[in-house]
C-alpha cells in the first residue's frame, strides 16, 4: 500500500509494508535532511565562539536548561535536552570542575543529584547572548522570521514525539 506524500511540489510514494523500492528523493528535498545540514551549519558558526568561552554545545545546552529551572536534576536536565542521564553526567562533572555549576545530592532523594549554576556559570550564560545574536545576523532573517520558523519545527517535533 503507498500513500502519496507531496512536498516542495516534488510527489513520492512512501512505501508502507512493501518491498518493492522506490526512486530516492533527492537529498535537498529531504526535510530530515534540510534539517540536519541546518543544525550542522549552526553548530559550526557557534563553535568559535564556545571554544573562546571553553565550553561544548552540550555543556551550552546545559547552561541554557539551567537558566530556565536551576536546581534541576541531572535526570531532568537529560530529559529536557532529549538526552540520556548518562549522557549528562560526565558533562556535568566537567562543568563543575570548571567552576559552572555545582552539583549535590538530593536531600529528598539521595539518587538525585540536583545542579546548580555558580555565579561564574552565570556570567557565561550571559556571554552566551552573542551565539543568538550571529545566528540572527548571519541568517539574513528578522526576529520574527526565525521565531515564527523555529515554532515551525517545534510543531513538527510535537507532532513526531508525540509532545514528549
Same mark, same amino acid.
Given at each position: ?64 536548561? @539551567? =537558566?530556565?529551572? +536551576? ?6 536536565? $537529560?530529559? !529536557?535536552? %532529549? /538526552? ?58 528578522? @526576529? =520574527?522570521?526565525? +521565531? ?6 517545534? $510543531?513538527? !517535533?510535537? %507532532? /513526531?514525539?508525540?509532545?514528549?
Amino acid at each position: 500500500m503507498y500513500r502519496d506524500i507531496i512536498f516542495r511540489g516534488t510527489h513520492f510514494g512512501a512505501c508502507i509494508g512493501k518491498k518493492e523500492s522506490a526512486v530516492p528523493l533527492p537529498l535537498d528535498n529531504q526535510l530530515c535532511f534540510t534539517l540536519y545540514a541546518t543544525s550542522m551549519a549552526i553548530n559550526r558558526t557557534y563553535k568559535p565562539m564556545l571554544d573562546e568561552m571553553n565550553i561544548t554545545y552540550p555543556q551550552y545546552l546545559v547552561l541554557n536548561a @539551567l =537558566a530556565e529551572a +536551576d536546581g534541576m536534576s541531572v535526570g531532568t536536565i $537529560a530529559h !529536557r535536552l %532529549a /538526552l540520556e542521564s548518562s549522557t549528562i553526567t560526565p558533562l556535568v562533572k566537567r562543568m563543575e570542575q570548571a567552576g559552572l555549576v555545582r552539583r549535590q545530592r538530593s536531600q529528598v532523594d539521595e539518587r538525585q543529584v540536583q545542579v546548580d549554576l555558580t555565579s561564574a556559570g552565570r556570567a557565561l550564560l550571559v556571554r552566551c547572548n552573542c551565539l543568538n545574536e550571529t545566528l540572527i545576523e548571519r541568517s539574513g532573517m528578522t @526576529l =520574527a522570521q526565525l +521565531d515564527a520558523l523555529n515554532r515551525q519545527i517545534q $510543531a513538527l !517535533r510535537d %507532532a /513526531l514525539t508525540g509532545g514528549q
